[in-house]
């Protein structure tokens, strides 16, 4: 069965020649014998695609996971493959290679590297699967510090049986720039309107989406690692903040965490459906804008 599903986007932009997508390990092989200490630039074009969900994707999905929820008690290896289950939904990235002819039949690696992945997983209709209680159960743990209106409104939502409510993830390395949000999106929406039609439940009343964020430390400026939830932000309904300092994760480039000077945060979204669309199209009009 042939996995490519559609190509996404084309992009040129500078990277560092030593950063290939693993901002979490920030590991650095270069064997260049010109190569020097410092960091090295270059405008390098790279060409994206997203495809179908694989069994072979397991592992990539289930580190970006990580890289979200970092030490919160949730079962990983199952919402990986709970993601996997429903392949009719959402996409993975994943970088198109160009052969190298001296490299033609090098064993072709245990695949491509999942470089992203969007996804919405049904929190109504699998409440009962260990993961997504305990998806749930932390929502409303780290709520505890939210208004009371708050925890109010967010239990509603999560336990309201005639309102299906999605959990919304939309993850990748920091490499990726945003412009690659826009088309994964409405790769995303159209493809549930298509199970909606076969009457399965894709149609949501909110959607919930975390958000990896960071601030200086003494500032109440709020940035966001993927930065089109800011546009997102302004369209939920309410959200929360809570730290994930002590978890010790490298949010930017895998410095600042070492050197204290940034906070660690997550931002939980909590976005009515037809927001979400609203949100979409401000993203696409300000990265047209740019």
């Known amino acids: 069965m042939a996995s490519k599903k559609k190509r996404v986007v084309q992009l040129e932009e500078k990277m560092q020649a ?5 901002d979490e390990e920030g590991s650095s092989d270069m064997d260049d014998d010109d190569s020097s200490d410092g960091e090295v630039n270059e405008e390098i074009q790279v060409e ?5 969900i ?61 470089l992203g992945l969007i996804t919405v997983i049904n929190v109504t209709e699998k409440q009962n699967v260990e993961c997504v209680k305990q998806f749930r ?3 409303m743990e780290k709520c505890q510090a939210c208004s009371q209106q708050q ?31 826009v088309p ?46 800011e546009l997102i932000s302004k369209e939920c309904e309410f959200s929360f903040t809570y730290s994930v300092a002590s978890e010790r994760d490298t949010v930017v480039d895998g410095k600042w965490d070492a ?3 940034m906070e660690a945060l997550r931002t939980v979204l ?6 979400l669309q609203t949100a979409v199209a401000n993203i696409k009009t300000a990265l047209a804008a740019t």
């Open 137 to 139: 159960s932390m929502l």
């Open 259 to 261: 050197e204290d000077q």
């Open 184 to 229: 994964m999106y409405e790769s995303l929406f159209k493809e549930m309107e298509k199970c909606t039609r076969k009457k399965m439940k894709y149609e949501f009343g909110h959607y919930i989406l975390i958000s990896k964020c960071y601030r200086p430390k003494g500032s109440d400026q709020l940035f966001y690692t993927n930065a089109e939830e």
């Open 54 to 114: 694989e069994d072979s994707d397991f592992h990539g999905a289930r580190a970006l996971l990580q890289q979200l929820f970092l030490k919160a008690k949730i079962d990983l290896s199952e919402m990986a493959n709970t993601i996997i289950s429903q392949n009719y939904i959402g996409s993975v990235i994943k970088q198109i290679d160009i052969p190298d002819s001296d490299e033609e039949d090098d064993d072709m690696g245990e695949g491509d590297p999942v």
């Open 18 to 22: 030593d950063d290939v997508a693993d």
């Open 270 to 275: 909590v976005i009515p459906s037809e927001n």
């Open 151 to 181: 925890k109010e409104r967010l239990s509603q939502i999560l336990t309201d049986a005639d309102q299906q409510v999605g959990y919304l993830i939309s993850e990748r390395y920091i490499n990726i720039p945003p412009q690659i949000s």
């Open 48 to 52: 994206f695609e997203a495809r179908t």
